[in-house]
């Protein structure tokens, strides 16, 4: 290696490694003195501080000891460091924190470490390779790559991608697809990971934004921006539904994505295994977008309940089963695409379900207010739906009923409030009956109601209400109109006395461990 021609050998070395592995030059080479810094430390001693520099130009190595001037060296330290009084008598400028670089001799190196040397290089270089691979495919997660099968085990599938493996699990394998080693694929890039045996790469076939992908590249106006794909339900092989708008009123989305006689739909189609596509178009009302996600069904009428997440779906009888779909496919598809709860019943259903409702709030009217049935069923066909609604109402509000006045509606109020002074009453009894505790009366967030419904499920105390998970307390109270994050709030406020217990038993416990200290 002291030869013109080795030096030039090492670098040509280095580029070569770096050109096969994808790699920098620089890392390549910094491996290299890496190897060689090993081999001298293994020469001249491992407690030293041996560096090693190889110039990029011409190939020449250099090999050097360093020790750091200190104030006075420590005696573990003596081999790399060395004190302000002796470095300066070989260099009065010297400094405390300056580093003296003493050459040392190249090495000639044996078999031994010649082999320790290449390991060190061929790991480094490994590394290297690994953190490339790494970087490169994180920046392209959200992307669709060709592969081709390498193998197949237990159902996953291995696809070599040139300078890297990808891992599609049996999961993300469309169902019936038949992959043989060699076949050529496109999957969809869905995570990386670091691992130590380098980047482990997940790829899907089944995964909704693969579709979008493929759209993305068989229809220009999706590529340009023209048209945005807005969601994507899948059920992978068998049926999917794709929810697209323009943002140019004169294009038409579903057109474009058809493509001409299907020509862009019908390749989307092809890679997927023959999966059958309906193209929706996306509208920002809630209503509209669910009837056009349930198409080819015809809905009749849309009841829209958004604080419940959910959607009340009416459609003739004979289009009940094609709403439902094959197993329920149809609307489960539709339910993904719109992130809704979708109920499919039919009129005939949905007529005698109203006038269940109408007939019970009329029965509570009636009962409550102490009135007849038909204004029971005016205050029903009115919206109101139970007697504090009414309590809450303005005088005009009721006197714009039809057959009211002022003093109609005044009355009924006053009917109101007496009725829910005995309910209250009622509700205060029960809770007694029931030995409800005063700290879970107090909860914020119970109402009288919802504190008998708990007592009556045997959660008595503040303790009992803390144990709950809250998906137990949703289903206890949800008609009372408490979801998760609501009880979750109130669970945690129900836990807040432990924490206070914890903190004071804590504070408790520290004077008496410093007063033990000073004993001991």
Known sequence: MNTESNRMEMLQVADAVAREKGINREEVIEAMEFAIQKAGRTRYGLENDIRAYIDRGTGEISLARYREVVAKPEPTFEATQISLQEAQKIDPNHTIGDFIKDPLPPIDFGRVAAQTARQVIIQKVREAERERQYNEFKERIGEIINGAVKRAEFGNVILDLGRAEGLMRREDVIPRENLKVGDRVRAYIMDVRRETNGAQIFLSRTHPRFMAELFKQEVPEIYDGAIEIKAVARDPGSRAKIAVTASDRTLDPVGACVGMRGSRVQAVVGELQGEKIDIILWSADVATFVVNALAPAEVTKVVVEEEENRIEVIVPEDQLSLAI???????????????????????????????????????????????????????????????????????????????????????????????????????????????????????????????????????????????????????????????????????????????????????????????DSKKT
């Open 325 to 515: 779909g094959r197993r329920g496919q149809n609307v489960r598809l539709a339910s993904q695409l719109t992130n809704l709860q979708i109920d499919i019943m039919t009129e005939a259903t949905e007529t005698e379900r109203r006038a269940e409702v109408i007939n019970t709030r009329s029965k509570l009217f009636m009962e409550a207010l102490d009135v007849d049935e038909m204004i029971a069923h005016l205050l029903v066909a009115e919206g109101f739906t139970s007697p504090e609604e009414i309590a809450y109402a303005s005088l005009e509000e009721l006197a714009a009923i039809e057959g009211f006045d002022e003093d109609v509606g005044r009355e009924l109020q006053n009917r109101v409030k007496e009725y829910l002074i005995v309910e209250e009453s009622k509700l205060n009894n029960r809770l007694k009956e029931l030995e409800i505790t005063d700290e879970l009366a107090q909860l914020k967030g119970l109402e009288l109601n919802m504190l008998v419904k708990l007592g009556e499920k045997n959660i008595k105390t503040l303790d009992d209400f803390a144990d709950l998970a809250s998906d137990e307390v949703v289903e206890i109270l949800g008609s009372y109109g408490i979801d998760i994050e609501k009880a979750n709030t109130m669970i945690m406020a129900a836990r807040a006395h432990w924490f206070e217990s914890e903190d004071k038993n804590a504070s408790l416990e520290k004077p008496q461990n410093l007063k």
